[in-house]
């Protein structure tokens, strides 16, 4: 036990003296400062993570579900993607969005993946379909920023960029769409 | 050992040598108390005050029986706390569960219940 004065005892009748008051003191000094706590009495399901420093990771979603539907010109949202965090108003977070290979009818057709707050774009991404294979490589996209204090709802969308194809992302069990929302400061 | 119990709610000093029964005591098993001076006690009929020729000790020991945490404790003349402990373990072992639940229910820092058998052997 990390007190400076473990257990103490009362039974019936017991007298407290002025040392052991002070003892009790001390104990409560100490578990305000934080050092009468045990090492790993603290677990993590009892503290809040949004006040912790850097590289938490508030929220964290993946898919590997092969469907999705072909986008022209009307921007397509991947549900499995969303999340919500709550904001302080002051922490930088960092939004890490990864996109597997995709796929496109059109040669040379533009696809783009849009990262939104709410109804908000905030970043973008873009990838070209590869003449011959039909492929869209993969886009990694970045978003750093201090969120206002509320509670955000990021999602992904993807729409045809240029061209006149279809075009959509292919996520497998080897090629994940992530999106992570770290706080970074 | 065996017998009634006499629930205490308000004395104004505790009775030597007299074993009672409480509610557990937080975190430890055993332990004990020795007062010099300031703590005034039943011996027999006689009020006395402990000091430093003739202090006495409060022990006290946790125990559980039929899933009830519980604990003795005993203001003493008794310098052994083995003795104590060795005491503590018969009076459990011959006071019944339903006893202990009933006294349990009771006990609060001014409710315990005596029990009936002085250490070194006397009866109430």
Redesign the interface.
Known sequence: MSLPN??????????LTADEMNDLVENDQALAAGTGLNNDAVPGSRLDITTLLPRIVLARASTGAASTAAATTTPINIPSLSLSAAMNGTHEIEIALSIPIGTGTVPNDIIEYQLKDGGTVIARGRSVVISGTGEIPSVALLWLGVPTAATHNYTVDYVRFAGSGNLRPVFSTSGQGVITIKRTR | MKGSMNKVSQEKHVTLNLPALWKAVPGRSIGSRTYTSNRSYLDGKQIKIADNKTPITAYYQTFTKGKKDFSLFIYSDETDIKKISDFFEKLVKNTKVEDISKALVSASSDGFTYLHTYYKGETK
Request: zero cysteines; charged letters at 0%.
């Open positions: 473990p257990s103490m005892a009362f039974i019936p009748f017991a007298i």
